[in-house]
């Protein structure tokens, strides 16, 4: 809230956003969010409407994630277990995390995309990294699917839609320092802590904090998506590499098109972003949570 107020007061330059729990370091999104709960809880003091808020939250992104992987005609049986997580209760209720309202934005983006709205999956999408940029993670995916579930003249206009977006959601920040905003907000060259690791914690604080370990994520993160990409997500295209590639040069007919349109199923698209963000979150150095950056962080 701190870090809100700063903004609600005029602040624009991103690098001078501070509070107690350090800098400002999501996007402008988040900003915008907890400035509607500032006015919302008067400046987060109010923690019991926040938690009714979150709680409501959670019902909706939960009844959408049910709608997801029904979508997929998942078995009957799995739907009982998305709600027995007591960590995603303490993000929602106790928490109040920004990766709630990330996640709400991820699965409506799926949702859409199951639904073939590709503009609305776009935008939802878009705004979701807005929120955190931890939604990259879903990004080989998302690539994926709009390759093959549109063509190529229309994927890559939802790519223009979602480079928009990130523009337009950045754009009060940009006139006073363009280079503060993009360097506090998807800052890719920072070093995760070694307390904060869940993933990799049993390989010592030396070896984490080494850059040899560091390079060794990311060919092991670049070779698990190139397996994915080239074994399972290229199937609906039924072409092999250098016919893909062809493609984005020289456009099938319309009716060899369709077909691969076709091809990109509701279940499709949701094991897709799933399996890319569990590929890039398995093979990151930083914390399975977020830092202290969050309604209640800001009130202890």
């Known amino acids: 809230m701190a870090q809100v107020s700063l903004y609600l007061h005029g602040e624009r330059d991103y690098s001078k956003i501070e509070g107690p729990t350090g800098p400002l370091v999501y996007p402008a999104g988040h900003v915008y969010i907890y400035s509607a709960l500032y006015y919302l809880t008067s400046g987060g003091k109010n923690i019991l409407l926040a938690q009714g808020l979150f709680a409501g939250l959670y019902l909706g992104v939960l009844s959408l994630v049910m709608a997801c992987y029904r979508m997929c005609r998942a078995p009957p049986y799995l739907f009982p277990l998305l709600i027995l997580s007591k960590r995603l209760h303490s993000i929602y209720m106790l928490r109040l995390f920004n990766d709630c309202f990330a996640v709400a934005a991820l699965f409506i983006s799926i949702y859409a995309y199951q639904r073939r709205i590709w503009t609305l999956g776009s935008i939802a999408y878009s705004w979701g990294v807005g929120i955190k940029m931890s939604l990259l993670l879903a990004l080989p995916g998302v690539v994926m699917i709009l390759g093959q579930g549109l063509p190529i003249n229309r994927a890559?206009?939802?790519?223009?839609?979602?480079?928009?977006?990130?523009?337009?959601l950045a754009f009060p920040f940009l006139?006073?320092?363009?280079?503060?905003?993009?360097?506090?907000?998807?800052?890719?060259?920072?070093?995760?802590l070694f307390k904060w690791t869940v993933n990799w914690r049993f390989v010592g604080e030396e070896t984490f904090l080494s850059k040899e370990f560091s390079q060794a994520l990311i060919l092991m993160n670049v070779g698990l998506l190139a397996v994915f990409a080239l074994t399972r997500w290229i199937r609906p295209s039924e072409l092999s590499v250098p016919g893909l590639v062809q493609r984005v040069f020289r456009p099938l007919p319309a009716k060899m098109e369709q077909e691969i349109s076709l091809r990109v199923t509701p279940k499709f698209v949701m094991t897709t972003i799933l399996c890319s963000i569990t590929i890039v979150w398995a093979t990151q150095e930083g914390p399975s949570t977020p830092s202290p950056g969050n309604l209640v962080g800001n009130q202890e």
Not at 156 to 168: D, E, K, P, Y
Not at 175 to 192: I, V, W
Request: charged share 15%; glycine share 4%; aromatic share 12%.
């Open 156 to 168: 890559l206009r939802n790519v223009a839609i979602m480079l928009q977006m990130q523009t337009l």
């Open 175 to 192: 006139p006073t320092n363009a280079k503060g905003y993009l360097h506090r907000a998807f800052e890719f060259s920072r070093q995760f």
